[in-house]
């Protein structure tokens, strides 16, 4: 007996229930991309090694998952070790095990592995922009569905394998593009169906209110910990800014910003006075009032100033947002997103402004489960199942199964005779709508009865009313 | 100046224009498999190697490209180098270079590697078939489409990751399965324009053919080499029969398989003739006339019998499918199938009789590009590009923006007010249909001049036209 298969701890099987989920959301998401004139770009699962080292941190570096050289490296070094001291003994100086030691042991990197799986869609996204450069319409508008792989510790909600799900514009500085993303996120969760917050700040702001604490050169330390606001508190983000060595008198400076409370015009002339001295603090609310001021009106997306809204460190250099659900009980964000300055410059392309936004597929999932905002007809679902009572009655469903197919609806015949009570079991547990009934009497009436699984309900109609009756 | 950067070989980046073009093609096929009750099933990029390993033969596992386990093994060893003899010199026995040996050197594999990327889609719906056999409603029928990869040397048309494209019904064995499934084809290649010859056979007739040749035992090498006849012709089919055993008594009793030309109607009465002694083929004739009798009218395929078509050894049991494009200068199939009996045995569930198709989307996609049948307009494309004159008329046209992409139409605004000429060449270089002038002078009228940028005619419409103008 074979020992039972699973996968590797972290990865996931999507069963056609959650893929049907899924596509619901990653189509909705791709119309809304494409209606807003993004295109599709796919970059390769595997990325050279040096493409991807050094573009996470050191922390990112340690979970990017190699892959191995094809070929058995260890046989190379054992083939190497044999070439040199044959498979006999040999007399056993200290050279020689220095020797051994050094052959066996530094096999390097490059021969046991020189590509890796993407970490994420960024860093590939730049990398195929200044590779393309030539090809490439700037602005280029780009949108990319594709998983990512990361070595994490797997735990509940964090995966080995993930889709991210980004659109970005790269080359150009409008912040027409800002607005339009604002726009884009309310109309994917209009079409979802979800009540979102999309909040916005600018890292303009928050280089400005390091700059008025005294210490400008303790911006990241100050916005890294700006950031934990959320989850940690006031006191906390204070303590931590004070054991990086932000001053009493700079944090008594920046303490202003927890006290900001109401919407963009509420908090403007705050913001204005208090910021007056930060000439870059001063041009980051100057961008904030371009987006508050031409985004429209929005659905079911409420655009809201976040003067704490940090995300991370990061590339980011302008707008940045982040969408939370107002319905269901998740905490975390839902979507990310922001404006950088020199994203391809990693790769030797200089002034390559640009902004994007990032869906969280598998957040945005359980929200809609847990709201029950999934739509009871998914598409792709069968939605008609020709019963089996023998071979004349299948055949005879055959062709008309082939009509029903023909008119663009999903149905099949239950390949086997078996029993009705099975057949019908199928049919549930595939959500399939309704079970048409062909059997001896029916055929010589030349009629069917078309049972709704939901009501239970059945009801006889002619042949040819059958389409019309699903439709 | 960072090194231009690149992906692996044997991978590709897909741009903007080619991912819409493949999203026809897998949207399409798509769609069809849905109408024919198939859902969506996804399984994960890596799977543990030891499901994988074994499956595909000696040559097939030194294609499987592994995924290095997190962590720095080689450091591993080397600490337990040094935790039994330290980094100080040691008195050089030939004990202890056996032993140094061994520890650097036997390194296990399972400490390098337990997890590899997917080789195929079959393996791992096998897999999931045993592993979800109590949550699934059988018989299964699931489509799947991702990536695979394989360290297979790259060259032209050979790629390192590919998608494939697959359905099975598994769980049945009814020969209704392979009817649908002729005509499942007949629908995808119909929906794509392409003629196409769907050729079939069954490998109970092959093996009857070993059988009727006196030798049996050979049907391996027999229907290897007759797998080959496209290729290599007859003679060389005979050679390698001989060269591997089979008799000339034999090849003379299998020569009259060679001799068979016309439609099925005209084989089969030679067939059941020749093969009358054989009871499997017998079997396998009687199938393949349920499957031309019921396939019913087909649009642009053409249902043909092919007693030489063997495709390989792998599962296959029963039916057995190829297709060719009829049009276009690709000798290669686009296409192939089979019905097994047992795909998940590997797994230890037996008695899992089911039948599949695989759609080349890289064939199918080079097919579609020589003969032109890519529709020009692909679905995704942006259609309307609004011209950017400066602020003002950028902001009035984000306001008609929205309500173009209210109605559902792909549109977009250029970010920054540069030339036109530059404008002009972003909407040509996009495949932009319609550009929408909209400068001071249209701005003071309350008029838009659309630009069709296939014909260049331009025309003057007033705002509220401009969403029928482009419906």
Redesign the interface.
């Known amino acids: 007996?074979?020992?039972?298969?699973?996968?590797?701890k972290g990865?996931?099987?999507?069963?056609?229930v959650e893929?049907?989920r899924r596509?619901y959301i990653f189509n909705t998401i791709e119309r809304v991309f494409?209606?807003?004139?993004y295109?599709?770009?796919?970059?390769?699962?595997?990325?050279?090694l040096?493409?991807l080292t050094g573009k996470y941190g050191e922390e990112g570096d340690?979970?990017i998952?190699?892959?191995?050289n094809?070929g058995d490296f260890?046989q190379e070094?054992?083939d190497k070790?044999d070439a040199k001291y044959g498979s006999g003994?040999?007399e056993?100086?200290?050279d020689?095990?220095r020797d051994?030691?050094a052959l066996?042991?530094d096999?390097k990197a490059s021969q046991?592995?020189?590509?890796a799986?993407r970490y994420d869609l960024t860093v590939p996204f730049a990398?195929?922009v200044?590779?393309?450069q030539n090809?490439i319409?700037?602005?280029f508008?780009?949108y990319q569905i594709q998983?990512v792989?990361r070595?994490d510790r797997p735990q509940k909600g964090r995966y080995?394998?993930f889709y991210q799900c980004d659109a970005d514009?790269i080359g150009?500085?409008?912040l027409?593009?800002e607005?339009?993303l604002v726009?884009l996120f309310d109309?994917v969760f209009t079409a979802l169906d979800l009540q979102v917050a999309v909040k916005i700040n600018d890292r303009k702001v928050l280089a400005g209110i390091a700059e008025i604490s005294g210490q400008p050169e303790k911006v990241v330390d100050i916005v890294t910990a700006i950031d934990k606001l959320d989850k940690i508190g006031q006191e906390k983000v204070e303590e931590e800014m004070r054991a990086k060595g932000v001053s009493n008198e700079a944090i008594t400076r920046i303490a202003p910003l927890f006290a900001l409370r109401g919407t963009w015009a509420e908090q403007r002339p705050q913001l204005e006075q208090w910021l007056a001295s930060s000439a870059i603090a001063q041009q980051g609310l100057k961008d904030l009032d371009f987006t508050f001021a031409?985004a429209?009106t929005l659905h079911n997306a409420r655009l809201e100033f976040d003067p704490t809204l940090a995300r991370g460190l990061d590339y980011y250099t302008g707008a940045i947002f982040e969408v939370k659900a107002l319905e269901g009980s998740l905490g975390s964000s839902i979507c990310g997103g922001g404006r950088y300055d020199d994203l391809t410059g990693?790769?030797?392309l200089k002034n390559m402004s640009g902004v994007g936004i990032s869906f969280g597929a598998d957040r945005i999932y359980d929200v809609l489960l847990e709201t029950g905002k999934f739509p009871a007809e998914l598409?792709?679902?069968?939605k008609l199942?020709f019963a089996n009572f023998g071979e004349t009655e299948?055949?005879h469903c055959?062709?008309l199964l082939?009509q029903v197919?023909e008119s663009?609806?999903?149905?099949?015949?239950?390949?086997?005779t078996v029993k009705m009570a099975k057949q019908f079991?199928?049919a549930d547990?595939?959500g399939i709508a309704f079970v048409a009934i062909l059997g001896e009497n029916e055929l010589k009436q030349g009629i069917i009865t078309v049972k709704d699984m939901k009501s239970g309900e059945q009801r006889a109609v002619k042949e040819d009313e059958l389409i019309t009756l699903l439709s």
Not at 1 to 6: D, I, T
Not at 112 to 115: A, H, I, M
Not at 379 to 382: L, R
Not at 410 to 416: F, K, M, S
């Open positions: 007996m074979a020992q039972k298969p699973s996968i590797p990865t996931r099987d999507f069963s056609p893929m049907l596509k494409q209606k807003y004139g295109l599709p770009l796919e970059t390769p699962a595997m990325e050279n040096e493409t340690r979970l998952f190699k892959v191995l094809s260890m070094v054992r070790w003994p040999v056993a100086t200290a020689v095990i051994m030691r066996a042991l096999v046991v592995t020189e590509k799986l990398r195929y200044v590779q393309h090809e319409a700037f602005p508008k780009r998983p792989w070595a080995r394998e514009v150009s500085k409008s027409l593009s607005v339009e726009q109309d031409n429209g990693i790769f030797g598409g792709g679902s069968t199942l299948a055949l055959l062709k082939r197919r663009g609806i999903a149905a099949e015949l239950y390949p086997d079991k199928y547990d595939k």
